[in-house]
C-alpha cells in the first residue's frame, strides 16, 4: 500500500533555530500534501496544504513565514519550522493525497518537536 | 464551514465486547466522505473505515461497522469483539468530495479495553 516516509521522528533543537521536516512518498505520487499540528490529548489541527510545484496555502493563524512548506516534486514535501521557540514545540504529522484511489490519505508517522 | 463533533472525549469498553463511538458533523453538502481513524500510542494515524455518503449501505471492515444516518449527520463507529489492540485514539473525520480536500477532524475519543 501507500507509504509516507516521515522525517526525523523526534528532535530537539534550540529556541532560535530552525528545523526541517520531510515527508516522501515512497511508492506513489503526492498530489497534494497536508502539514498537521497535534497538541498532546487534542486533535489534529490542519497547518496548510500544498500542491505540487505551487505555493502551500495556509489556513487562518497559521504564520506562513515562520513555518515554511516546499512541495517541489511529487514525492517530498518539507516543513520548515524557522526561528523555533518554545511554543512551537508540538507533533506535526503530513498526509499525503494521491489520485490514485480516489484520493485516498496516507499518513506520515509524526514528528515531536522539543524547542527548547 | 464544515465541524465534526465527537462528543465521548473517553470510553471503556470489556476484552471481547462491544463498543460503539459517537460521532456527529454539519455540512451544507450532499456527497462527501466520513472516516474514522485510529491513533495508537505510536500515533501513527491508521484508517478504520471509510464511508462515502451517497451510500446508504454502512461500511464494514471486518470487526468495525458504522452506522451512517446522513439525515441525522450521524457517523458511529461499532467494535465489536474487542481487543486490547483496539485501545487508542479515535478520530473522526469529513471530507468534502472534491479532489484531494482537506480532512476535517473531531475532537477524538479515547477507547480503553479492560483485559
Known amino acids: 500500500g501507500a507509504v509516507v516516509s516521515q522525517h526525523p521522528s523526534r528532535v530537539i533543537c534550540k529556541s532560535g533555530t530552525s528545523v526541517k521536516i520531510e515527508c516522501r512518498s515512497l511508492?506513489?505520487?503526492?498530489?497534494?500534501m497536508f502539514w498537521y499540528r497535534q497538541f498532546p490529548k487534542q486533535s489534529l489541527m490542519l497547518m496548510a496544504t500544498s500542491n505540487e510545484g505551487s505555493k502551500a496555502t495556509y489556513e487562518q493563524g497559521v504564520e506562513k513565514d515562520k513555518f515554511l512548506i516546499n512541495h517541489a516534486s511529487l514525492t517530498l514535501s518539507t516543513l520548515t519550522v524557522t526561528s523555533a521557540h518554545p511554543e512551537d514545540s508540538s507533533f506535526y504529522i503530513c498526509s499525503a493525497s494521491t489520485r490514485v484511489a480516489n484520493y485516498g490519505y496516507t499518513f506520515g508517522s509524526g514528528t515531536r518537536l522539543t524547542v527548547v | 464551514a464544515q465541524t465534526v463533533t465527537q462528543s465521548q472525549p473517553e470510553m471503556s469498553v470489556q476484552e471481547a465486547e462491544t463498543v460503539t463511538l459517537s460521532c456527529t458533523y454539519d455540512t451544507s453538502e450532499s456527497d462527501y466522505y466520513l472516516f474514522w481513524y485510529k491513533q495508537p500510542p505510536s500515533r501513527q494515524m491508521i484508517l478504520v473505515i471509510r464511508q462515502e455518503a451517497y451510500k446508504q449501505q454502512n461500511a464494514t471492515e471486518n470487526r468495525f461497522s458504522v452506522n451512517f444516518q446522513k439525515a441525522a449527520k450521524s457517523f458511529s463507529l461499532k467494535i465489536s469483539d474487542s481487543q486490547l489492540g483496539d485501545a487508542a485514539m479515535y478520530f473522526c473525520a469529513y471530507q468534502k468530495k472534491s479532489s484531494g480536500d482537506k480532512l476535517t477532524f473531531g475532537t477524538g475519543t479515547r477507547l480503553a479495553v479492560r483485559p
Open positions: 511508492d506513489f505520487q503526492a498530489t497534494t
